[in-house]
């Protein structure tokens, strides 16, 4: 009889694989990540099928995370100034907490390694939050252009603002309003 598959093990091997991912991108080999998780590289595959399983389940368990960071007291009846605030704090708030989380989502998110199929389930995750904030920027955004400001503009803008605060983290708030201010005013029609 087979043994029951441990979470912490499959824990242990997310954990490395982000850290890994994070550092390396997607190239990180499945023998690094088995070493950084202190598994033996055959317990990786008795986890994830092959190592594109192993990036989506990834992909999934990041997008999770930053999802329910968004998702907290998100201000569902609010201006979508205040919703787009309330988006950019966590985002900020997600990064400095989990920098290798961030870094590894981002490298993810350009991977095509990751398929359609998990980048549905994922935009799922942020229920209706994404929606609303669409419906209420559409007032203020050419919509055509509104994914190239969101998926582009906002994280390569976020991406510089973290690196600012990292240089200076007593100006946290400051850097964090600046970047966000920057941002509102650059996609007002």
């Not at 990036?55 to 997008?63: I, K, M, S, W």
């Not at 400001?149 to 976020?158: D, S």
């Given at each position: 009889m087979a043994r029951p598959l441990s979470d912490e093990?499959?824990?242990?091997?997310?954990?490395?694989?982000?850290?890994?991912?994070?550092?390396?991108?997607?190239?990180?080999?499945?023998?690094?990540?088995?070493?950084?998780a202190k598994v033996a590289e055959g317990t990786v595959f008795t986890y994830f099928e092959n190592k594109d399983v192993l990036?989506?389940?990834?992909?999934?368990?990041?997008?999770?995370r930053l999802?329910?960071?968004?998702?907290d007291a998100f201000p569902a009846e609010a201006s979508a100034q205040e919703q787009l605030q309330h988006v950019w704090?966590?985002?900020?708030?997600w990064g400095l907490q989990y920098p290798d989380d961030a870094k590894a989502l981002r490298q993810l998110k350009v991977s095509d390694r990751i398929s359609d199929s998990t980048r549905l389930h994922c935009e799922?995750?942020?229920?209706?939050?994404?929606?609303?904030?669409?419906?209420?920027?559409?007032a203020h955004i050419d919509p055509d252009r509104l994914?190239?400001?969101?998926?582009?503009?906002?994280?390569?803008?976020?991406?510089?603002?973290l690196d600012a605060i990292t240089a200076q983290p007593e100006q946290r708030q400051s850097l964090q309003q600046a970047g966000f201010d920057l941002f509102w005013k650059g996609i007002q029609r």
């Open positions: 093990k499959r824990d242990a091997i997310l954990t490395a694989a982000g850290r890994l991912v994070a550092a390396q991108g997607v190239a990180a080999s499945t023998a690094q990540i088995a070493k950084a990036l989506n389940a990834l992909f999934v368990r990041l997008e999770m999802a329910a960071n968004i998702g704090d966590a985002l900020v708030r799922g995750l942020f229920g209706g939050m994404l929606q609303a904030l669409q419906r209420k920027l559409a994914p190239f400001y969101l998926g582009r503009v906002l994280v390569n803008l976020l991406d510089t603002t």
